[in-house]
């Protein structure tokens, strides 16, 4: 089991960058052995999974909306997985949370009932 606290969320303008990051403040298991995704809410929808990285071999998954602009990375040491977000846009917008799941990537790694443990989520707002 492992908690996940989500941080960097705000408000930025089309075009521009946002770093998100999930770092695990309790932890039972090392975090090298979860896979970790980020995923996306707004209002009145369902999660929208965007991207994940694989347990031990760190493989990167991504959703064809944010292919080519965000990145996910990993800092085992830190407990911590990133979501570099470029070239933003106003579809962008929404809760972002990350989950994880004590495995290697799950067989549907954008499916919400594959992650057991979910952070509180972060408020990123892309406007002019």
């Known amino acids: 089991q492992v908690q996940l606290v989500e941080s960097g969320g705000g408000l930025v303008e089309p075009g521009g960058s946002l770093t998100l990051s999930c770092t695990a403040v309790v932890v039972t298991t090392p975090f090298v052995f979860y896979s970790v995704a980020w995923f996306r809410q707004n209002p009145g929808e369902g999660r929208e999974g965007i991207a994940c990285?694989?347990?031990?071999?760190?493989?990167?998954y991504y959703s064809d909306s944010v292919k080519g602009r965000f990145t996910i990375s990993r800092d085992n040491d830190k407990r911590t997985v990133y979501l570099q977000m470029d070239s933003l846009k106003s579809e962008d917008t929404g809760v972002y949370y990350c989950?994880?799941?004590?495995?290697?990537?799950?067989?549907?790694?954008?499916?919400?009932?594959?992650?057991?443990?979910w952070g509180q989520g972060t408020q990123v707002t892309v406007s002019s």
């Open positions: 990285i694989s347990s031990v071999d760190d493989d990167t």
């Open positions: 989950a994880a799941a004590p495995a290697r990537a799950p067989p549907d790694v954008f499916s919400d009932v594959e992650y057991g443990d």
